[in-house]
Nanobody, 122 residues
Framework: QVQLVESGGGLVQAGGSLRLSCTAS????????MGWYRQAPGKQRDLVAT???????NYADSVKGRFAISRDNAKNTVYLQMNSLKPEDTAVYYC????????????????WGQGTRVTVSS
């Protein structure tokens, strides 16, 4: 069994910063892409940022220049540094990862964390 657990969410004023962390655990052989999505109340879950196993990143236009995704492969952890936060960043942030389990060759499955809430006050 594989689990992803996020942490680091909370309340912050506009212009402030938060750093989210997500650690994968379980019978993991390797992790391909990792990423962050977010879902605001009444809205769909949208991609925020992704990072490949080699460190190549991709960002939603709405967060470019403000957020930075990174990962520590040795720790099976992905981070999201969020700077210059805006009220519209308020959402539950979900970590996701495509993970190859031990004994499953190259086959990867997508896993999701339970989410961590980020609230940005104006």
């Amino acid at each position: 069994q594989v689990q992803l657990v996020e942490s680091g969410g909370g309340l912050v004023q506009a212009g402030g910063s938060l750093r989210l962390s997500c650690t994968a655990s379980g019978s993991i052989f390797s992790i391909y892409d990792m990423g962050w999505y977010r879902q605001a109340p009444g809205k769909q879950r949208d991609l925020v940022a992704t990072i490949t196993s080699g460190g190549r990143t991709n960002y939603a236009d709405s967060v470019k220049g403000r957020f930075a995704i990174s990962r520590d492969n040795a720790k099976n952890t992905v981070y999201l540094q969020m700077n210059s936060l805006k009220p519209e960043d308020t959402a539950v942030y979900y970590c996701t990862a495509r993970i190859v389990r031990v004994g499953f060759g190259v086959h990867g499955d997508d896993y999701w964390g339970q989410g961590t809430r980020v609230t940005v006050s104006s």
